[in-house]
């Protein structure tokens, strides 16, 4: 796993936003091959000239031609080259979404799905240029419709080969389109252990994910992702299908999502372990599949959680089971809480001393928790500089009375000494008999105005009505 970080860093310290800014859900719709024939062929009658006579010069006829074939070629390779763009290049993202890839659809054949696309686009281009050369030769109308005809049937047959690879393309798309979004470099808790031991309930309990729970294993077929927050920022938690203890080559499609999860993603590690064997795996077997996967755990914060302790409490648990589990927190140097997610007991202290365990770890390992990315490591610096100031007593401890300053009352006061309106209206007669007297106001000093004389005449026209 070494060596694929050293890819990792490599990668990300050229191209910092390349694999964060990477959407699934961006790849267009691949159509078929008798769709893209009929597109590209009524593209090509609606947007090139339709008529053409025996009477035009040759020259003429010749370019008519050549316009629909180099039209033709130029439209397909548009196509193409659409499918092989959107398309992830798996050298160019993250190693996580490589694998997965690998793991979902066979890189082999979703690298000759794209070879074949690309080379289709080569030898349709080809055959463009050969017929737009040879048209340059020929010496009348018929020779040059039938080298048209021959250029546009050999493109279609190219394109109609294509049919089964466009197929393949479509439904990796479409599955593609439906993988949750996974940030490889952001706070992240990984949960994962046998099936039916309570990872999907524990990530519905702490996230808003409203994941299917069921009594029966392997509900989870497939990765899942959650969001949290914790001391102001938001988690990642992402839910893995179980895993069966056996070797690496019989494992599964389902089991072998969670192995690429563990390996690539920087991530707390949380191994569930069912204390009550309600799961159909007892505790010895947990811990075989433990001791199986650890290589796993390597370079991670990891944190073992024993659930389901509502059917069956640790101090209930044989003599020997217990002294396996401590022997496990020894030897793997790792913190076991326990919790219930019927009861709800210990999820919380689970969730925090988890966030904890990667903040310690993300603070220790600087620069190569970002992978050289210069966004994510202003961002990590950001929040680590972030303070959030807590009141020494807090709000329910200690009964905190309403305070008025002093010149706020004596402000009061003054007012109070001045009668209200209420009061002084009661006192002249009540509603509708008393009224304000009006103070005498002296308007000696205001300057009157200069009225001038002028003279009107009015002229009055009586009209008599006929």
């Known amino acids: 796993t070494q060596s694929t970080w050293d890819l990792q860093f490599q990668y990300l310290a050229e191209n910092p936003m390349s694999a964060l800014s990477y959407n699934f859900k961006s790849i267009r719709g691949v ?9 590209v062929l009524s593209k090509t009658q609606r947007k090139t000239p339709t008529v053409v006579h025996a009477k035009y010069e040759v020259s003429r006829i010749r370019a008519f031609y050549m316009r629909k074939v180099k039209f033709t070629a130029e439209s397909i390779h548009e196509k193409l080259t659409t499918i ?3 398309f992830p290049k798996l050298d160019d993202i993250h190693p996580f979404f490589a694998d997965l890839i690998n793991i979902l659809y066979d890189r082999d054949h979703y690298k000759l799905a794209l070879g074949h696309v690309h080379s289709a686009r080569n030898i349709i281009d080809n055959i463009g240029k050969d017929y737009v050369r040879l048209l340059k030769y020929g010496d009348s109308l018929y020779r040059c419709k039938m080298l048209k005809r021959a ?18 393309l479509e439904e990796v798309r479409k599955h593609l389109a439906r993988l949750p979004s996974i940030d490889p470099f952001t706070r992240t808790l990984l949960v994962c252990g046998y099936p039916n031991v309570g990872k999907s309930s524990f ?20 990765l899942f992702v959650g969001h949290t927050d914790y001391n102001y920022v938001r988690w990642q938690v992402i839910d893995t299908p179980g895993i069966l203890d056996r070797p690496l080559e019989e494992r599964n499609t389902i089991e072998m999502q969670s192995i690429t999860a563990l390996a690539h993603l920087k991530a707390c590690v949380m191994y569930f372990l069912d204390i009550s ?9 947990q811990i075989s599949l433990f001791n199986n996967i650890k290589p796993l755990f390597s370079n991670k914060p990891l944190s073992v959680v024993l659930t389901k302790i509502d059917l069956r409490p640790f101090e209930d648990l044989p003599q020997e089971d217990q002294q396996a589990i401590q022997q496990l927190q ?6 076991v809480v326990s919790m219930s997610n019927k009861t709800g007991e210990g999820i919380g202290t689970v969730k925090s001393s988890a966030c904890d365990l990667l903040l310690e770890f993300r603070q220790a390992q600087g620069d ?15 929040l680590k500089g972030i303070y959030i100031a807590q009141p020494k007593n807090r709000r329910g401890e200690n009964e905190r009375n309403p305070t008025i300053p002093s010149d706020i009352i004596q402000g009061q006061k003054k007012k109070l000494d001045k009668p209200l309106l209420k009061e002084t209206e009661d006192q002249y007669g009540g509603a509708g008999v008393f009224y ?3 103070q005498a106001v002296s308007y000696t000093h205001l300057t009157l105005p200069t009225i001038y004389s002028v003279q009107i005449s009015v002229v009055a026209v009586s009209l008599k009505k006929k």
């Open 31 to 39: 159509l078929p091959a008798d769709d893209i024939v009929n597109v």
């Open 277 to 285: 064997e309600s799961s159909g795996y007892t505790i010895q077997q």
């Open 436 to 438: 304000f007297p009006v």
């Open 203 to 222: 990530v519905n309990n702490i996230t808003n994910a409203q994941l299917e729970v069921q009594n029966y294993p392997f509900t989870t077929q497939s």
């Open 151 to 168: 250029a546009l049937g050999r493109m279609v047959t190219m394109l109609r080969k294509l049919k089964s690879t466009l197929a393949y």
């Open 84 to 86: 092989i763009e959107d």
């Open 330 to 335: 020894q030897d793997a140097n790792v913190k």
């Open 368 to 382: 190569a928790v970002t992978g050289g990315s210069k966004i994510l490591r202003n961002e990590e610096n950001f």
